[in-house]
């Protein structure tokens, strides 16, 4: 059974930084390329960041340059470092997979105040 545990969220001004984590289960982590998703209230879940085989990264354009994505495989952990935070930014952010993300977890809130 996967598990993924976020965490790191809260209420921050904008311009201001956050960094998020998640702890995954050990086999899942390890063979699979990872990425961090966002849902706002009202709009559809997206993919914000991914990290792929041999560390390349992938970023949505409207985090281009403010965020970055990484892993520790010694760890099973992924993190988001949020830079520059916008209030557009403001949304529940998750962990998964980056092809057919399973077994959601709970999530962490990212708020960001104007």
């Known amino acids: 059974q996967v598990q993924l545990v976020e965490s790191g969220g809260g209420l921050v001004q904008a311009g201001g930084s956050l960094r998020l984590s998640c702890l995954a289960s050990?086999?899942?982590?390890?063979?699979?390329?990872m990425a961090w998703y966002r849902q706002a209230p009202g709009k559809q879940r997206e993919l914000v960041a991914a990290i792929l085989s041999g560390r390349t990264t992938n970023y949505a354009d409207s985090v281009k340059g403010r965020f970055t994505i990484s892993r520790d495989n010694a760890k099973n952990t992924l993190y988001l470092q949020m830079n520059s935070l916008k209030p557009e930014d403001t949304a529940v952010y998750y962990c998964?997979?980056?092809?057919?993300?399973?077994?959601w977890g709970q999530g962490t809130q990212v708020t960001v105040s104007s």
């Open positions: 998964n997979r980056v092809s057919s993300p399973v077994g």
């Open positions: 050990g086999s899942f982590f390890r063979v699979n390329p």
